[in-house]
């Protein structure tokens, strides 16, 4: 078998890759699937729009399809914020495509990850997605109920239109779109399922970070983008339509609504409080509270007039960015490579780190040598001894990595952005001046010479330690020849 990665990403060497390689294909099983659990029921989110975009729709309970035992969510197998490749890998697997098929699964995948990024702040993180096409190949072409109701066909995810007796909500077998995106794919943080129809439709399963979508209709990228900000981002729908006229719940968990009016929300120091009156560029501004949202009208407030979890085709709010954000870096690190923890350097090493690089304003990096940043050194990714002003002797160095981007207020969320490694690096000071009389000549050289032979610390002067080699004699020579003093 073969597989599909489009890389959204830099390398360690610091090159973008965004191409296709042959898709993976992967068979629907012959074994019958273990019957779902019958009472367990799935809150999805179902949202479709009209012809200027404005989304309607509403939480809709459906049975989960999931088999027995199975975990919910998809850190039961992944582990989530620990995936060792540091990126967002979102998985993209078709249903009702047949063998012959396949050629269209890509184009539509295709079509889909190459307008994904195309609000902030999918824009800025886009290097830190990789996007992974599944080939699954199904008996029949076309899937439930598409154009009408009653129509059946056999395919390998049991996708749907109709679902629960509404229209446009296109519903998948959550068991088995996660079976086929796990066996194809080399890390799984998000699923999309797209449909092979033009038929508007989808629906966002929260709870198991999976989306659907119609892989041919118009608007399956601004509906992938939407399904994403629920499964992604845990983002409430703003519109004000399948609800109750009057809100009367609780303060909800979504960070893109409350119940608060901005001067509650000001004097409380609660949800969006840090972002009331902003304005920045590529979001839907102003930041305030607009009423009406999670479906009702009145006794509800939104952050911005008409984001993208309100209509189609429009731009986030930079509350619902910032919690995107956040949950970019719970998969991946700000530091892309870098040696372990608390390795030494010696005094002709130098220690070099790969930040993630995101579009546009680079992360930033700076040295601490006890607890004081090193202010020559901020922003290299590679240092010495030297650059770091480092006096004799092994002394603790940390490098911090941290997202600076303005799009940041909440404390809770700048915590989460940055991270860091500790090193103990050899000062240069006068190491070189082995006989420590404040000369650097030749009675130092033959005092180095002399240890390196005998296997004393005067001659280990790089890592590893307790090991004599060329490197002990290249820290030498370098130090020397820099007047190390």
């Known amino acids: 078998m073969t597989k599909t990665t489009i890389l959204f990403l830099a390398g360690v060497a610091g090159l973008s890759v965004s191409a296709f390689a042959a898709a993976r294909s992967v068979e629907p099983r012959a074994t019958p699937e273990p019957a779902p659990h019958k009472n367990r029921m799935a809150v999805v989110h179902g949202c479709w729009g009209d012809a200027q975009g404005h989304l309607s729709g509403g939480m809709f309970e459906i049975p989960e399809t999931l088999t027995p035992g199975e975990p919910t969510g998809l850190d039961g197998f992944t582990g989530r914020g620990f995936d060792s490749d540091n990126r967002v890998d979102l998985v993209i697997v078709g249903d009702g495509y047949t063998a012959s098929e396949m050629g269209q699964f890509q184009l539509d995948a295709m079509s889909i990850a190459d307008d994904f990024f195309r609000y902030e702040p999918f824009i800025r993180y886009e290097p830190y997605f990789r996007v992974t096409t599944v080939e699954v190949v199904s008996n029949q072409s076309g899937v439930d109920n598409d154009p009408n109701p009653g129509i059946s066909r056999d395919t390998a995810m049991d996708m749907q239109y109709w679902c629960g007796g509404t229209e446009r909500l296109l519903c998948v077998n959550v068991s ?156 991946v690190s700000p530091i892309d490579a870098a040696p372990a923890n608390n ?98 000549d030749l009675s130092d050289i033959t005092a180095f010479v002399d240890g390196f032979i005998s296997g004393q610390p005067t001659g280990d002067l790089a890592a590893p330690f307790g090991v004599f080699d060329l490197a002990d004699i290249a820290a030498f020579v370098g130090a020397f020849s820099a007047g190390c003093i």
């Open 176 to 331: 088995k779109a996660r079976g086929f995106a796990f066996a194809g794919a080399p890390d799984v943080d998000q699923i999309l399922a797209i449909a092979n129809s033009s038929k508007y439709g989808g629906a966002g399963y929260s709870s198991n970070d999976l989306g659907t979508a119609a892989g041919q209709n118009a608007s399956a990228v601004e509906i992938a983008i939407h399904e994403m900000g629920h499964s992604l981002g845990d983002l409430a729908d703003e519109y004000t339509y399948g609800g109750p006229t009057n809100y009367s719940g609780g303060e909800p968990n979504a960070a893109n609504l409350s119940l608060l009016t901005a001067s509650q929300m000001a004097s409380q120091e609660s949800k969006w409080h840090e972002w009331l009156g902003a304005s920045i560029a590529g979001f839907d501004n102003p930041v305030s509270t607009f009423e009406g949202g999670g479906y009702s009208a009145n006794g509800i407030y939104r952050p911005s007039n008409n984001s993208m979890m309100r209509s189609l085709s429009r731009r986030f709010n930079l509350p619902s960015a910032e919690k995107l954000i956040r949950e970019f870096y719970r998969e």
């Open 343 to 440: 390795l030494a350097f010696g005094i002709g090493d130098t220690v070099s780190i790969v930040p993630m690089r995101p579009n546009g304003q680079p992360l930033t990096i700076e040295w601490l040598v006890n607890g004081s940043v090193v202010q020559a050194a901020v922003g290299m990714e590679t240092v010495s001894a030297g650059d770091l002003g480092l006096s004799e002797g092994l002394q603790s160095v940390r490098v911090r990595v941290r997202d600076d981007i303005s799009w940041i207020r909440s404390p809770g969320i700048q915590a989460a952005i940055e991270d860091s490694r500790t090193y103990f690096v050899e000062g240069c000071g006068a190491y070189a001046d082995i006989n420590r009389d404040h000369v650097l």
